[in-house]
Structure formats: C-alpha cells, structure tokens
C-alpha cells in the first residue's frame, strides 16, 4: 500500500496545534524557505540499481536546487551498494563539511533473502549514523518488489523519492537549528 489522502496530514493541523502550545516547529515548513544560511549536502548515491540511483539523485539535486541550495557546496560519493551508505554517511559527516546528507538507492526483491538483509542493515545503519552524529541523515533508499515500482518512485516530477529526500534534508536541518537555537 502507498501513502493516500487517507494517511496524509490533514491541512491546517499543524497551524491548529501551533494556536494551541506555546511552541510548534514545522519541518515541513522550514523545509519550503528559501532564506537562511545555506545548507551543506553530502549525497551518498549506490552504484548497485545504478540506473534508478542515478533517477535519484537527479530528484534530489533538483529539489536542492528549488531550496535554495548552492550546488557547489554539494558532494557526491558513490558507493557500491545500498549496504555501503551507512558507513559513508558517517565519513561525510566526519569531514565537518556537511549539515546533512541524503542517501540514495535501491533494493529491489529477488528471489533469496539478500533483499531483507541489506534493506533492513542499511536502514539501521543509516538510523544509527544520524542518532549518534546529531546530524540529519535521509533514507532515500527504494525497497521495492519489482524495477517497475522502483522506476515510478524515481519518475522526473516532485513525486520522486530524491526530490523528497532533498526537501526532507533541508527541512530537518532547518528544524534541529531552530530547535538548538531557540529561534521560531
């Protein structure tokens, strides 16, 4: 099952909440401003499924790009695989030259347990890289059961799951900022 109407945020509830407390900070909003200090972009990008990766990162540099981000100030690894990203994720954020990065694949099911392995280690992975940095690290890795559904999920519009990782990186950096310095 995909997200649907259904599941989604309803419109108005986060400004509902906000009249309500006496703080109420939105990723999704910050997200969306295009002022403020630029953010720093580390992309980890699988060569593995290397055609859909590469949809991928074309979303994400575009939804960068519409954020506001300079492009130069981007860097690109690529590693072989899915399995790989955690560990460049962390030697990004080492290198102090980041304030988030974006990691980008694909697992696609076959017929043996590899895909649950490296799905499932590579999400840990990346979990616990942005739990003991303190720095935003963004699961834009597919895990789908077919190359179809991998291919709808890296179509060249704003439904793309990079442009998506993009919007969530900036987002949450902006919100850990906002949160550590007391601003909004």
């Given at each position: ?109 076959g ?35 077919t190359?179809?559904?991998?291919l ?31 601003e909004?």
């Amino acid at each position: 099952m995909t997200s649907s109407d259904l599941t989604r945020l309803t419109p108005g509830v986060v400004d509902a909440v906000a009249q309500q407390v006496g703080r109420s900070l939105d990723a999704g909003s910050l997200r969306d401003a295009t002022s403020g200090r630029a953010v720093r972009v580390g992309i980890a990008c699988a060569e593995f499924n290397g055609g859909i990766s590469s949809r991928l990162l074309d979303g994400a540099l575009a939804g960068l790009r519409r954020a506001g981000c300079d492009l130069a100030a981007v860097t690109v690894a690529w590693v072989p695989g899915a399995f790989e990203l955690p560990l460049v994720a962390s030697a990004l954020i080492r290198t102090g030259s980041v304030d988030a990065v974006i990691c980008l694949g694909a697992v696609i099911r076959g017929d043996t347990g590899h895909y649950e392995f490296v799905a499932g280690e590579c999400a840990a992975g990346l979990q616990r890289v942005q739990l003991d940095t303190g720095v935003p690290v963004v699961f834009g890795v597919l895990t789908t059961d077919t190359v179809d559904q991998a291919l709808e999920r890296s179509e060249d519009d704003d439904t793309n799951k990079g442009f998506e990782a993009a919007s969530t990186a900036i987002g949450m950096r902006r919100l850990l900022d906002a949160l550590s310095s007391g601003e909004a």
